[in-house]
């Protein structure tokens, strides 16, 4: 990660928005320099990306997790909005998250723990912060959603998905049907509700 100071306007804003006190955030908030991001910030002159959305995260993450799920969903454009919790997940062989680690008692109602096994070819890094890939977030959705809580938003995500790796819903059938899973048959109806 770059760790120069990024210049905006006369002002200098380090590259680790997410450090700076709520005080000189709302400053540069004011200026236009920041636009709200999710849970934090990012610059108003850079994209809003997907390194943007996790590094908007930063605050509250760990280099023990990765961001997962709707959470991730959301970072790579698949979501609009951001979910109200963020979902987590430990890196590979780290040991459970202890959320009064990530956030101080009155936030930590905020994270949605899952503690699902991943493999290091499923997770990217941004800027130090880690976030499953496009595929993972698809099937950690598809697997781990029940069907009455598989809302239009999250079947949208799936789609958004599925198009942004390349693929058609057929595709993803496929894929999914050749896993040893034990939600295989609730991931099945869920790709069925996406694409019929």
């Known amino acids: 990660m770059n760790q120069q100071p990024l210049m905006q306007g006369a002002k200098s804003i380090p590259p680790e928005i997410y450090m700076l006190k709520q005080t000189a955030l709302d400053a540069h908030h004011r200026r236009g320099e920041l636009v709200r991001c999710g849970f934090g910030y990012v610059l108003s002159s850079e994209p809003i990306s997907?390194?943007?959305?996790?590094?908007?995260?930063g605050k509250y993450l760990s280099h023990s997790v990765v961001v997962c799920s709707q959470s991730a969903a959301w970072v790579w454009g698949a979501l609009n909005t951001c979910p109200q919790k963020i979902y987590l997940n430990p890196m590979p062989g780290a040991s459970r998250i202890k959320t009064e680690k990530l956030?101080?008692?009155g936030e930590q109602h905020l994270f949605e723990l899952k503690h699902t096994r991943l493999s290091t070819p499923e997770i990217v890094s941004f800027g130090g912060f880690r976030v499953t890939t496009q595929m993972r977030t698809l099937y950690d959705i598809?697997?781990?959603?029940?069907?009455?809580?598989?809302?239009?938003?999250?079947?949208?995500a799936c789609r958004m998905l599925t198009l942004q790796l390349g693929l058609s819903g057929a595709d993803v059938r496929v894929l999914c049907a050749s896993k040893r899973h034990p939600n295989k048959v609730r991931a099945l109806s869920n790709i069925d509700l996406v694409w019929n």
């Open 142 to 156: 598809l697997f781990n959603t029940l069907t009455v809580e598989f809302t239009p938003k999250l079947r949208r």
């Open 50 to 57: 997907p390194a943007a959305r996790l590094l908007s995260y």
């Open 103 to 105: 956030a101080p008692l």
